[in-house]
């Protein structure tokens, strides 16, 4: 059974600052890994969705990193904005299930 | 960019009604889903719907929970007893093909049993 962990559960940092937050999965076998954000009392905001095949995906100041033989991906977002405050999540596809398993979430706080 | 749709935005309902969670995927996706958020916990899968019908489901989803697609645009949640337990957002989520596209969620449906 594929299980997602989030590290740091909570995050709070200055704004401008660059910061990582990462996602361990312990099943490898994966078909995609795809990073949301999720506002207080909201929904899911897809960010990056990275392919099994590819390294890593690239959209303005986020940069999301897959290393499946590690079980890891990162999500590096660049000179954090107090509007990047959020949970942050990653959620798995292992294919042929239709279905994607969630991490705990990473909750940032962007302080001005 | 196409959404996907979901009404109510938050309902409250009596322990034991039934109540309908209603989505409207994006037009053109072939494979819809249910997941659920219970408050502080983790967002959980509870089923997968392709070509009519239900292709998996989760443990969670018992014989209270029937999802349908009755029209070809409407993809509905029915839970036919409610229980305090229920009380949660319910997300539903459309992909095109279910594996290499990723999935676009709907903005929630905050469900509170009382």
């Known amino acids: 059974k594929q299980e997602v962990t989030q590290i740091p559960a909570a995050l709070s940092v200055p704004e401008g600052e660059n910061l990582v937050l990462n996602c361990s999965f312990t099943d490898s076998a994966i078909y995609n890994l795809q990073w949301f954000r999720q506002d207080p009392g909201k929904g899911l905001t897809s960010l990056l969705l990275?392919?099994?095949?590819?390294r890593e995906q690239t959209s303005g100041r986020l940069n999301a990193s897959l290393d499946k033989s590690s079980g890891r991906s990162t999500l590096y977002i660049a000179a954090s904005q107090p509007g990047d405050s959020a949970t942050y999540l990653c959620?798995?596809?292992?294919?042929?299930?239709?279905?994607?398993?969630f991490g705990t979430g990473t909750k940032l706080q962007v302080i001005p | 960019e196409p959404e996907v749709t979901q009404t109510p935005s938050h309902q409250v309902t009596q322990m034991g009604q039934e109540v309908i969670l209603r989505c409207v995927p994006i037009?053109?996706?072939?494979?819809f889903y249910w997941y659920r958020q219970i408050l502080g916990q983790k967002v959980e899968f509870l089923v997968s719907f392709y070509n009519n019908e239900i292709s998996e489901k989760s443990e969670i989803f018992d014989d209270q929970f029937s999802v349908e697609r009755p029209d070809g645009s409407n993809f509905t949640l029915k839970i036919r007893s409610t229980k305090l337990e229920d009380s949660a957002m319910y997300f539903c989520?459309?992909?095109?093909?279910?594996?290499?596209?990723?999935?676009?969620f709907g903005s929630g449906t905050r469900l509170t049993v009382v």
């Open positions: 989520a459309s992909s095109e093909n279910g594996v290499n596209y990723g999935y676009t």
């Open positions: 959620a798995l596809d292992s294919g042929g299930y239709q279905k994607v398993t």
């Open positions: 990275i392919q099994s095949s590819q």
């Open positions: 037009s053109n996706h072939l494979y």
